[in-house]
């Protein structure tokens, strides 16, 4: 009785375990919707991941909901966008201007020429009331997300007819219309006669938002995981409309899970595009998948985004006032041990203050290589020259053997995938430049100058950033074998309060970020005036993580703050700060953060590629919404 | 029963004590990370902008207010004790002002269901083959079974849960690897949703069901090898009773008031989420909240899932303290 009971039971739990079989879809691991036709559906990584508030839309309240979701790059518009890379027409677009910011002679006030035709989703046409709206409404609201930086610039703006917006600014400033120009993101423009309804534009949920892009809101999942937008009936009068149809009717932002996952569902053809993966992961999907594309065809296969993670200091710590103790720490510094540790060597290095991406590799890296190779330091015992214009080289043949003919041949190949030259590993030189500074080499351990162990902390994130983690544990690593008292620490979500509080000797990040495609530095440099510096132990605005003022540093910015956007002077000013930044070495360059999306082939073609590099592949920028008219169904 | 009210009295009052201090130090806990939740605000709205350095000030100023994170820490304590006994934990700080009841409320949905199935089909399928393991001891299918567990019971949970993930979403491509339900499925008692739902779920409710099993089979085999050695079951079998009246009416009913126990502590932590779980199949739940909640420093959406949490582990001991006297005449209460 009792093993016919018991049989019975395995019975019943065969067909519990057999269940699973019977429910699943064969062939379908993700399940995407059955009442959208893959072959009309674009699937794309939202790295937000799985949003709280999913339902909220209003992005120019803080904290609500998604902005990757889709929201700013096909739902959201603005006057200009600015493409890291070339751009379909070009680097600078007028979006929904229909020309170029117009400044007065003292750059205080703009006005803005719109472009006609353009129509929300609801209908209602986009006029110049909608743009003084976005401003007088934020102004309004303290809470709101563009509040503080257009109350600070902001005098007044009128619309002194439907097409045309005057900004009357508080003071002079060549660079305001920065705030309306997308890189990643800006000043969305809101829909004013939808909320010129609401009582508090901080509190609305702006759901279902009405669309001024492309696409309309189709459905989104209420536990933040999807969310799918649909091609507007009448995209001909969106501002995209004029660079054709959009391929994909259907785009999908989803939350594809941790790493590993997005792998998988990539291989498995549910994931069209994976914004990020680690080196490793993209290594895997350029063995196992032939239809899988990244930025470069091979080898180093991610894309340089216009950033550079560098090593920062807190200058404001007594240690690192003197740039002969920040140069000897450069001069330690293996960057070839650093790429590999990072990057597996699919990094693009950076001896400069600029990331190696984008215009600047022409503006910058190129006409600076004869001023780096003949710059001096002096060790305090002897000059040297410490630039060494073979590294990227170097990394490419140390790659060779392994890698084979993914790595290129063509210098200028090579140059643009692994970098031009870096400084030279040079142990001697920093010995000497560290004694100069008045520190002590005792039984192999440096001591600072009062006698105490000199102990270098460097900061990381852990595993929320881990490609800018290992390239921290290298240079401790090399630092540690100096004589330095070198430690790693983590501060995993800790980063952004210890970064702004100071509360750091140096860590791997990026106070360098640049436009890419056009080669002005104002978008960070401007922060990093001596005004903004705050005293220790206060809390530092952003970029200037370093807190380094130089009277010639606020010389540069001063003068660029008083010369047009496009005006050739400003690169000439750029390249003073680069030589400014070579001699004080407030940051040490590493290399540009690369960023590894890929993109399946297997229902769409037409991705931006390094052959084709007509926008930021990266599919949470505003830029990407470029790609959409360009791609075309596979097959 | 006399006794045993002024038992529930005292067993109240310490149910109150252990909720109030557990409440308390979460709070403290919180309190006292140095993440802050403007500055991450901050932090992720200017991130790629261009927003001018002294703008952020006023902004910092004007989020401060917004969140109510201004008054002392006194007022703010104050304030928190309030909330909680009208049971309103606030906004969310990084998802303001979505109040923070609404996100537990829709991620415990999720959370309850996977959790509460897989953990009473664990202890069900545990308890169940342990037992019989424990009676049946010469039986080779339950000695296999063992085996089984034993080797099962050791394995890290995410190692299996990784295994399960690359064999039936890469290799054998037949299980969502992701989310709760497929995409654009409305959450409505539909056919196709229900399907969805159940489809998805399979791969994290396996994998916790899996563990499970092997822990409960391990500890019913244990319980019940002593129970069988008793006299009054030596007895009852000398005196010919039927062996499934010996195994179901002497040895299960007293091997398992442990067990009960077990379940009820985990049915009652179903409130902090199978964080392991959420992360790796992408589940939406409260442990995925609760991470997200700790690194956004959301001081509010953090100690709701907690105190919630809290309240879930207690109550759950709090049932089974109360119902042993009644169950089982071998606990006394003075």
Not at chain 1, 110 to 135: N, P, Q, Y
Not at chain 2, 315 to 333: C, E, F, M
Request: net charge neutral; aromatic share 12%; hydrophobic share 45%.
């Amino acid at each position: 009785m009792m093993m016919r009971c018991f049989r019975a039971f395995l019975l019943v739990a065969w067909a519990f375990a057999a269940l699973p079989f019977l429910l699943a879809n064969s062939g379908s691991a993700q399940g995407t919707s059955k009442n959208i036709p893959r072959k009309e559906l674009l699937i794309l990584e939202n790295p937000e991941g799985t949003v709280k508030n999913a339902g909220w839309f209003n992005i120019w309240a803080i904290n609500a909901g998604s902005q990757s979701n889709g929201l700013q790059q096909v739902a959201l518009d603005t006057l200009w966008y600015i493409d890291p890379e070339r751009g379909l027409d070009g680097v600078w677009d007028n979006s929904l201007a229909a020309d170029k910011p117009q400044y007065n002679a003292d750059f205080t006030e703009m006005t803005v020429k719109l472009r006609k035709g353009i129509f929300w989703s609801d209908g209602v046409e986009f006029t110049a009331d909608d743009v003084v709206s976005t401003v007088t409404t934020q102004i309004k609201h303290p809470g709101m997300r563009f509040s503080a930086v257009l109350a600070s610039n902001v005098a007044s703006v009128e619309a002194p007819d439907a097409y045309t917006v005057v900004f009357k600014l508080k003071k002079p400033n060549s660079r305001f219309h920065a705030n309306f120009t997308v890189r990643w993101g800006a000043v969305w423009i809101l829909p004013k006669h939808v909320f010129d309804k609401v009582e508090d534009p901080a509190k609305f949920d702006f759901n279902k938002p009405v669309s001024l892009g492309a696409y309309v809101l189709n459905s989104y999942d209420p536990d933040g995981k999807w969310y799918i937008w649909q091609l507007r009936d009448d995209w001909q009068r969106t501002t995209l409309g004029r660079y054709g149809k959009p391929g994909p009717k259907y785009l999908a932002y989803i939350d594809p899970g941790p790493p590993d996952k997005r792998v998988i569902a990539q291989l498995n053809h549910e994931l069209d595009v994976i914004h990020d993966i680690a080196p490793e992961g993209m290594f895997a999907l350029a063995k196992q998948s032939k239809v899988t594309r990244a930025w470069f065809k091979g080898f180093p296969y991610g894309h340089p985004d216009p950033t550079l993670p560098a090593v920062i200091f807190n200058t404001q710590n007594e240690l690192f006032k003197n740039p002969d103790v920040r140069w000897a720490l450069a001069l330690l510094i293996d960057i070839k041990a650093v790429s590999m540790a990072a990057y597996r060597g699919a990094a693009t290095i950076s001896a400069i203050g600029v990331p190696p991406t984008g215009a600047h590799p022409a503006t910058y890296h190129q006409p600076m290589e004869e001023w780096l190779k003949g710059f001096e330091i002096d060790t305090g015992k002897r000059k040297i020259k410490p630039y060494d214009p073979t590294i990227g080289r170097q990394i490419a043949e140390m790659l060779r053997p392994s890698m084979g003919e993914q790595i290129p041949s063509d210098p200028a190949e090579i140059a643009r995938a692994f970098g031009m030259g870096w400084w030279k590993v040079d142990p001697q030189a920093a010995q000497e430049l560290l004694e100069k500074a008045g520190f002590t080499k005792r039984g192999g351990a440096w001591t600072t100058p009062d006698g105490k162990p000199f102990t270098v902390r460097v900061m990381v994130e852990g595993d929320l950033r881990p490609v800018m983690t290992r390239a921290g544990t290298m240079i401790v690593q090399l630092w540690k074998q100096a004589g330095i008292d070198a430690r790693i620490d983590v501060a995993q979500g800790m980063l952004p309060t210890r970064r702004a509080a100071g509360d750091f000797d140096t860590f791997i990040g990026w106070s360098v970020e640049t436009w890419g495609g056009h080669p002005d530095l104002s978008y960070f440099l401007d922060s990093w005036h001596s005004q903004f510096v705050a005293e220790p132990g206060k809390s530092q605005p952003l970029r200037n993580w370093q807190r380094w003022s130089n009277p010639a540093l606020d010389k540069i910015i001063e003068s660029i703050r008083m010369v047009g956007f496009d005006d050739p002077k400003s690169i000439e000013l750029g390249k003073d700060y680069i030589k400014l930044a070579v001699k004080e070495m407030p940051t040490i360059p590493l290399m540009a953060y690369n960023v590894f999306t890929a993109m399946d082939q297997t229902y769409w073609t037409g991705f931006p590629t390094s052959e084709n590099p007509y926008t930021n592949p990266v599919p949470n920028w505003g830029n990407s919404r470029y790609m959409l008219v360009k791609l075309k169904p596979a097959g | 029963m006399s006794g045993y009210v002024a038992y529930v009295g005292r067993r109240l009052a310490q149910f109150v004590l252990v909720v109030f201090i557990g409440i308390n130090l979460a709070y403290v806990i919180t309190h006292a990370t140095p993440i802050d939740p403007v500055e991450q605000s901050i932090s992720a709205v200017t991130y790629y902008g261009n927003t001018a350095p002294d703008a952020i000030e006023q902004m910092r100023t004007s989020l401060r207010e917004l969140y109510g994170l201004g008054g002392s820490p006194v007022e703010q304590y104050l304030a928190f004790w309030k909330r909680i006994l009208r049971a309103d934990f606030g906004p969310s700080l990084s998802a303001f002002p979505t109040p923070v009841s609404t996100l537990i409320g829709r991620a415990l949905t999720w959370t309850a269901g996977l959790l509460a199935v897989s953990t009473i089909v664990a202890w069900g399928l545990g308890s169940l083959l342990g037992g019989l393991a424990g009676y049946y001891q010469n039986s080779r299918g339950l000695k296999l079974m063992g085996v089984i567990a034993m080797g099962l019971h050791p394995i890290p949970y995410y190692i299996l849960a990784l295994v399960l993930l690359i064999v039936f979403g890469f290799l054998w491509p037949v299980l969502p690897i992701s989310g709760g339900s497929a995409m654009n499925l409305p959450q409505t008692l539909t056919f196709d949703f229900v399907t969805s739902v159940l489809q998805h779920a399979i791969l994290p409710a396996l994998s916790l069901i899996l563990i499970g099993v092997g822990s409960w089979f391990l500890g019913m085999r244990a319980l019940v090898s002593n129970v069988v050695t008793e006299d009054y079951v030596v007895y009852a079998e000398l005196a010919g009773v039927r062996p499934w009246r010996v195994l179901s009416m002497y040895v299960m009913r007293n091997a398992l008031p442990p067990q009960l126990t077990g379940l009820a502590i985990s049915l009652g932590g179903i409130f902090n989420g199978a964080v392991i779980t959420e992360k790796v199949f992408g589940y939406p739940g409260v442990g995925s909240l609760l991470v997200d909640a700790v690194y956004a420093g959301d001081y509010g959406l953090v100690l709701g899932v907690t105190t919630v949490s809290i309240l879930g582990v207690s109550v759950g001991v709090l049932v089974i303290d109360l119902l042993y006297p009644l169950l089982d005449p071998r606990v006394k209460v003075h």
